[in-house]
């Protein structure tokens, strides 16, 4: 019997959002690969991810060393550094990378990286708020 290929999960940017990202990836026994520029971060991050490396992201060089094309699907959780998000985010499309998760800072980050047509761009604070906001005024509990 042929065994599905294991999914490949890489997480750039290990702030709050994409280090807890990268922790439940691993939590659930997935492969993931850990990359910040800060080398700390990446210290940090070794014993939750499979592999951890220091890389700045926009240089398209260093992510191909990295290996990032094996890698199937890609969060980019550098929220902060808007410039060094958006430039991330063209490489890896250009690189083919399949699905490419990136969180927004604001909306015109949001606007940019719907035009460099991510996959998915997540606005965790606006997101998380309209999701409290339906609980306010459900009266099912739904999951979130
Ligand atoms: P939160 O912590 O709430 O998720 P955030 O998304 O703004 O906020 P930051 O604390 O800014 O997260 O973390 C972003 C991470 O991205 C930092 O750890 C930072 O070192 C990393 N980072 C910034 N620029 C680059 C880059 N060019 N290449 C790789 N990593 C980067």
């Given at each position: 019997e042929k065994q599905p290929r294991k999914k490949q999960f890489a997480v750039i940017g290990l702030g709050r959002f994409g280090g807890s990202v990268c922790k439940e990836l691993h939590a659930q026994g997935h492969e993931v690969l850990a990359i910040d520029i800060d080398e700390d971060k990446v210290r940090e991050y070794a014993e939750f991810s499979t592999h951890a490396v220091s890389i700045d992201t926009t240089d398209e060089k260093a992510l191909k060393n990295a290996g990032?094309?094996?890698?199937?699907h890609v969060v980019v959780?550098?929220?902060?550094h808007i410039q060094a998000s958006i430039l991330t985010t063209l490489s890896l499309k250009e690189l083919g990378i399949e699905k490419v998760w990136v969180k927004a800072q604001n909306t015109y980050h949001q606007k940019v990286l719907d035009k460099l047509e991510a996959d998915l761009v997540v606005h965790p604070e606006y997101d998380m708020g309209k999701r409290i906001a339906h609980k306010m005024t459900s009266d099912k509990v739904i999951d979130f």
């Open positions: 990032i094309r094996n890698f199937d959780a550098i929220g902060d």
